[in-house]
């Protein structure tokens, strides 16, 4: 199976950060569902050119959070998230984003005012698109 992640070697972030993000979106979104089975360890790190003991602490920090479980033998497959599980997975994983973002913004000294336009200008943008049926925010 082949799993849609970008690395960016040149991003400050490190690697295994990089995939357990986007793995972990891609679980939490749905878009990888309960049961699908994962390549494996050196099979993902062949595809995206990185060490297996990477992709394998990626494996076992998803698995201690519980949206990965291993079989032995058979495979690592995504695990049932619920609903409320997968409800404080995406706040956590969006508050982290917007974190990121405000000390970004606070570094070239933007003031709070100026955060709140930009963000609401950025907001509506990329919904844009999606709101043509009529719910606005």
Same mark, same amino acid.
């Given at each position: ?40 360890? !050196? ?8 060490? *297996? @003991?990477?992709?394998? /602490?990626?494996? $076992?920090?998803?698995?201690? %959070? ?24 995406? !706040? ?8 990121? *973002? @405000?000390?970004?913004? /606070?570094?070239? $000294?933007?003031?709070?005012? %100026? ?23």
């Amino acid at each position: 199976m082949w799993i849609p992640i970008q690395i960016n070697e040149s991003s400050a972030e490190p690697l295994y950060h990089q995939i357990e993000t986007q793995l972990r979106s891609m679980i939490v979104g749905g878009q990888l569902a309960e049961g699908t089975l994962l390549p494996s360890i !050196r099979e993902l790190a062949g595809n995206l050119n990185c060490s *297996a @003991i990477t992709v394998r /602490r990626v494996y $076992q920090d998803l698995e201690s %959070e519980g949206l990965l479980r291993t079989k032995q033998g058979t495979g690592t497959f995504v695990a049932k998230v619920e609903e409320e599980q997968r409800g404080t997975y995406k !706040r956590t994983f969006v508050e982290e984003a917007l974190g990121a *973002a @405000i000390d970004s913004a /606070r570094s070239v $000294q933007y003031s709070k005012e %100026e955060l709140k336009t930009l963000f609401l200008e950025v907001l509506e943008e990329k919904f844009k698109d999606t709101e043509k049926g009529g719910d606005s925010l």
